[in-house]
C-alpha cells in the first residue's frame, strides 16, 4: 500500500500564466494528494481560479500567518522616483547597518555595483549570470555578511525575493509588479515578530518596464499611492491593498487549466533536454570554452540570446552551449558579460 506524498509549491504568485496553467491542470487530475501552495500575496483571480481547481479536492483551505507577525507595523514606503538613493544607503552604512538593493535587470545591477565600488562601499553583488557553484558562494556571502556585525550592502536582482533569508535595514527597489514588490519587502525588517522600529523602503522609477509587460504593472500606481502615505504599514496592509486594487481592475477575465498537459494527458515519461512547460525565454545557458570537461550543471552560466546569431553554431554540452574563449567575459565576483 503507497502513501501519497505531500507536495509543496512555493512562490505561486510568481509563476507565469503558462506554468500556472499546468499547476491548475494538476490539482484537478491528482486530487487525492495534499498539497502545499504557498505565497506571501496572490492575485484574486488566481485564488478564484484556485479554488474552482480544487473543488473536487475537497476545497482550499487557507492557512494564515501567525496574526501578530502579519499585523506588525515593520515598513515606511517612499515612493523616491526621480530622487537619488546613494545618501539613504551611505547613511545606514555610516551606522553599520544593512543595506539591500533590487534591480530589474542583470545590466543595471552590474552598474550599481560599478557605483558602489567607485564609492568605497562594502557591496555584495548576486544575479543569475553566474556559474552555479559562483553563484552559491554569491549566495553565502551576502547571507554570511548580513548575519555579521559589519556594514553591507547587497545588490541584487529579482533572485533576491526567492533566495535570501535577510532582514535590511533598508530597501531600495525598481518598480516592479506589486508581487514582486512585497516578496522584496519581505527582506526588509523581516525577522523580529513584533519590530521595535520600521524601517525604510525606497522604490524608484527603473529606465524601462523590462523584463515585465506593462500588464503586469497595472495597479502599481495605485497600489503605491495607498501604502507610500509616510505611515507604518505591516505585511496584511500591504496584501489587503494589492487585492482590494486587482478587484477594482478585474476585467473578469478568469483562469483555466491548459487544455492539454503534456506530462499528464501525453507520455507518461521523461524527454530529458528536449521539452519544458515554461514559455520560451531570451535566453539560453552557456558554459565558458575553458569549463567544458567540468560538470555542466556547476558550470553554466544563463545569458542574454547574443544580437547576433553565430551562437546556433556554437558547440553543445548536452543542453548547455559552449561560448567561444572571445564572446564572454567572466568574473566571479561580477559575473558574466558578452563581450
Known amino acids: 500500500m503507497h502513501r501519497a506524498v505531500p507536495l509543496a509549491f512555493d512562490e505561486i504568485h510568481a509563476f507565469s500564466d503558462r506554468l500556472f496553467s499546468y499547476l491548475l491542470q494538476f490539482l ?29 479536492r475537497g476545497g482550499l483551505q487557507t492557512v494564515l500567518g501567525p496574526q501578530e507577525r502579519e499585523m506588525a507595523k515593520r515598513y515606511l514606503l517612499v515612493d523616491a522616483a526621480g ?18 538593493w533590487v534591480c530589474n535587470t542583470v545590466k543595471r545591477a552590474m552598474a550599481m555595483v560599478g557605483e558602489a565600488i567607485q564609492r568605497g562601499l562594502p557591496v555584495q553583488p548576486f544575479h543569475s549570470r553566474y556559474r552555479y557553484r559562483d553563484r552559491l558562494r ?34 531600495v527597489s525598481e518598480y516592479a509588479p506589486v508581487p514582486a514588490m512585497i516578496q522584496r519587502l519581505g527582506r526588509l525588517n523581516r525577522f523580529e515578530e513584533t519590530p521595535s522600529q520600521v524601517k525604510k523602503a525606497l522604490f524608484i522609477q527603473p529606465p524601462h ?17 495607498a501604502v507610500a502615505d509616510e505611515g507604518p504599514k ?37 524527454l530529458k533536454d528536449q521539452r519544458t512547460i515554461e514559455e520560451a ?31 546556433r553554431d556554437w558547440g553543445k554540452v548536452s543542453r548547455f552551449f559552449i561560448a567561444p574563449a572571445d564572446s564572454l567575459s567572466y568574473d566571479e565576483f561580477v559575473g558574466a558579460e558578452w563581450r
Open 138 to 171: 554569491r549566495q553565502q556571502a551576502i547571507i554570511q555578511g548580513f548575519r555579521g556585525d559589519a556594514p553591507i550592502l547587497a545588490i541584487t536582482t529579482q533572485v533576491a525575493e526567492m533566495s535570501l533569508d535577510i532582514s535590511a535595514d533598508l530597501l
Open 281 to 311: 525565454s531570451f535566453s539560453i545557458e552557456v558554459i565558458m570554452e575553458e569549463d567544458r570537461n567540468e560538470n555542466p550543471i556547476e558550470m553554466a552560466i544563463p545569458m542574454p540570446i547574443p544580437k547576433l546569431d553565430a551562437w
Open 234 to 270: 505591516s505585511q496584511s496592509e500591504l496584501s489587503q491593498t494589492f487585492i482590494n486594487i486587482c478587484e477594482a481592475f478585474s476585467s473578469g477575465e478568469e483562469i483555466s487549466p491548459i487544455p492539454c498537459c503534456e506530462w499528464v494527458d501525453g507520455l507518461w515519461r521523461s
Open 83 to 100: 530622487a537619488d538613493p546613494w545618501v539613504e544607503v551611505v547613511d545606514v552604512l555610516d551606522h553599520r547597518g544593512k543595506a539591500l
Open 28 to 56: 484537478r487530475v491528482f486530487n487525492g494528494g495534499k498539497v502545499l501552495l504557498m505565497t506571501a500575496t496572490l492575485q484574486p483571480s488566481r485564488r478564484k481560479a484556485l479554488e474552482e481547481a480544487c473543488i473536487h
Open 209 to 225: 518596464a523590462l523584463p515585465y509587460t506593462d500588464e503586469e504593472y497595472v495597479g502599481l500606481k495605485e497600489w503605491l499611492s
